[in-house]
């Protein structure tokens, strides 16, 4: 049971049973993401806020959803608005970086991505950190960054590959960034469910590679709508991770 069954399933049986119920619409709402029918995500996530307005995840989605549309004018707008209210929410920090990474505002989406990775206190946001380092012109930074990543991928027992990519495709390191897309595929990371509509990789879209790595997704299981999906979700055991991944904002 993959995405285009069970998840679909269980969002419907879930809004059947509680229409009322946001975090349901949330999650509906990443379907069409995906699929890149952005009008339609828009909706969803809308009426998710629209039933839970306190919510601060939901509130962040909305504008992770306009930035994946890209609408990045309304995406730092809404990306604000969540700092206003909670100025340590870290998703909102590290999406509105990433918004102003792409308007080119480069110290602005540093700091935010410097201030998102300390309130996460984690891996997760490190490769978004580096391309903004890298789109700076700061390339010893950027780099140094990626030996600090690189390091830790050595010593820790998990790291997610897609952060060392997204830092490759920052450099302008293809052969790298396509090796870590790979292994980022290997162990099945849940960002590469965006891929197809994530801006920062424009770059390498054109390159066959990507395709290959896309029409390999779809050899190993149905598609989705062109987007190989239902690989890393391939079982009613894996639905929950669609919530983790915008849990994380993956």
Known sequence: MGFSGGRIYICARALALSPSYATAHQWNGQLPVILGRFAEAIERVHSAQELDPLSLRISAMVGWVYYLARLYDRAKDQLQLVIDQASDFPMAHWWLGQ??????????????LERAATLFGSNICLGSLA????????????N???????????????????????????LGDQESAFAYLRKAYAQREPALLFIGVEPKMDSVRNDPRFAALVNSSESESSSVGGV???????GASMIGRVAIVVDLGL
């Open 99 to 112: 918004v102003l990474r792409q308007l080119g505002a480069w110290q602005l989406a540093i700091a935010e």
């Open 131 to 142: 391309t903004a380092y890298a789109g700076a012109g700061m390339l010893a930074r950027a």
């Open 228 to 234: 190989g999906c239902s690989w890393l979700l391939g």
């Open 144 to 170: 140094t960054l990626v030996a600090e990543m690189l390091q830790m991928e050595r010593t820790n027992r998990y790291f997610p590959a897609y952060a060392l990519a997204e830092a490759y495709v920052g």
